[in-house]
């Protein structure tokens, strides 16, 4: 049973315009989540983070929103460049629990076209 | 800045051959991860070690078996390569899991059984 799901495998949008990736949580003990993004032949790097005290974290083109209520979040880039291409993984874990029990999505592969 | 490095890049082995793949991280970090990238399967957990000598069975850890001799080093070991071990490996690492926390991945290791 899937715990975090990326319901979209993939998105293009164009060069300029807002890229916003969704991500879906069951599990109602997760309180931090993470996003990663990946170029292929390359590991995942962090992106941004939010806790569940928040519902909103923001840093520079990229800002996560989280909807506890509707256990949702998204990642919206904003303007969206050519170089944004790639793999986004969004990742959940309970501060409570130990890194182990850091849980992935599927991810959903972003195509921003020039 | 954080190095997690992964020795082998890619790697072609035969059904049965035992596989090493070797991952050492210069943070001094207390958690090591190995997982599994597979296309619209996301990140999947095989193993985790959160001390010298001390793991943790990830979500597959089937035909897999991993070594911490020492802090900075994890080995994940395939006993006997089966093509359903196709996949591109990723390790990790992280301080103690606490919020603001993130995870540090590798470049990756491409194998392919043949």
């Known amino acids: 049973d899937q715990q975090v799901k990326q319901n979209s495998p993939s998105l293009s949008v164009q060069e300029g315009r807002i890229s916003i990736l969704n991500c879906d949580y069951t599990n109602s003990m997760f309180d931090y989540f993470l996003w990663y993004k990946k170029y292929p032949a390359e590991g995942p790097t962090f992106l941004i983070s939010?806790?569940?005290?928040?519902d909103k974290n923001e840093d520079g083109r990229f800002t996560v929103f989280l909807n506890k209520s509707a256990k949702h979040l998204s990642l919206h880039i904003v303007p969206s460049q050519p170089g944004d291409s790639a793999v986004y993984f969004c990742a959940a874990i309970s501060n409570s629990g130990s890194a182990r029990q850091l849980t992935f999505g599927s991810g959903t592969q972003l195509t921003v076209l020039p | 800045d954080v190095k997690v490095t992964q020795s082998s890049r890619y790697l072609v082995k035969r059904t049965g051959e035992k596989v090493f793949l070797e991952c050492v991280q210069d943070?001094?970090?207390?958690?090591m991860f190995w997982y599994r990238q597979d296309p619209g399967l996301g990140l999947r957990l095989i193993y985790f070690s959160y001390d010298v000598k001390m793991k943790e069975k990830g979500d597959i850890p089937e035909g897999y078996s991993v070594s911490r001799e020492k802090k900075e080093r994890f080995s994940l070991i395939l006993e006997s390569a089966s093509t359903n071990q196709t996949s591109m490996y990723l390790c990790?690492?992280?301080?103690?899991?606490?919020?603001?926390?993130?995870?540090?991945f590798g470049e990756g290791s491409w194998l392919t059984v043949v």
């Open positions: 990790a690492s992280s301080l103690y899991w606490s919020s603001g926390n993130t995870i540090y």
């Open positions: 943070m001094d970090h207390e958690n």
């Open positions: 939010i806790s569940s005290i928040k």
